[in-house]
């Protein structure tokens, strides 16, 4: 389904659509370009097994995730997905996402987080979470442009590839009336 279609400075047409089972193979080649550039991710090894990532991907939308892909013009370049933690946390909405290098700096991950954030609040969730590194200044400043409070931040909670350390920062975004 499209979710939404709006245009890039340069003209470009971006949509935002519901991941589907064939785009797999065009959205882990966007994922792992940005797991090679080694600092933004948790993941150090790129996705290679195709059947691994279409069980992840059946599994995780019966668990009710949400994963919407970025088309400019008709190459996927980026996707967001929030999804329910379980049990008596199953009201908090996890939200992760990414945007290919090239396509960073025009606006689509701002749109991208604020079209998902409509979703969770359209599905009844109450709490949106996300975790993002300290070191990545660009994503910190998205989140906290798109409503996000920084409620944790743990020292030392995560380790570069050159050995340095970061901050794991956890944020978060209340919905609904009972935080308000
Ligand atoms: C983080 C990410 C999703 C943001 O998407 P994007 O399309 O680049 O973001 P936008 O273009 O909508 O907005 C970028 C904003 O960051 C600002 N910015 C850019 N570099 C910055 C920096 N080093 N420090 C602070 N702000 C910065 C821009 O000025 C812009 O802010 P503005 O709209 O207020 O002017 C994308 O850059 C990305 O995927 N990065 C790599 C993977 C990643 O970090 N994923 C998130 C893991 S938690």
């Not at 499209?2 to 890039?8: E, Q, V």
């Not at 025009?106 to 604020?114: E, V």
Request: aromatic residues 8%.
């Amino acid at each position: 389904m499209n979710r939404l279609k709006f245009c890039l400075a340069d003209g470009r047409v971006v949509r935002f659509e519901d991941l589907r089972e064939q785009d797999l193979p065009e959205v882990v080649e966007a994922l792992n370009s940005v797991i090679r550039e080694g600092v933004y991710l948790t993941l150090n090894e790129e996705i290679v097994d195709m059947e691994t990532e279409r069980k992840w991907y059946h599994d995780h939308m019966e668990a009710g995730m949400t994963y919407l892909v970025v088309r400019v013009d008709d190459e996927i370049v980026g996707g967001g997905s929030i999804e329910p933690r379980v049990g008596k946390e199953s009201h908090v909405a996890v939200y992760g996402v990414f945007v290919k290098e090239g396509f960073r700096n025009m606006g689509i991950g701002t749109r991208l987080t604020d079209a998902l954030i409509e979703v969770a609040r359209q599905r009844g969730f109450e709490i949106v979470e996300l975790a993002v590194y300290g070191s990545n200044e660009r994503a910190f400043h998205v989140y906290k442009k798109c409503g996000f409070q920084e409620v944790a931040r743990i020292k030392r909670g995560v380790k570069l590839p050159d050995g340095t350390y970061t901050e794991k920062i956890v944020m978060v975004l209340p919905l609904g009336e009972r935080h308000e």
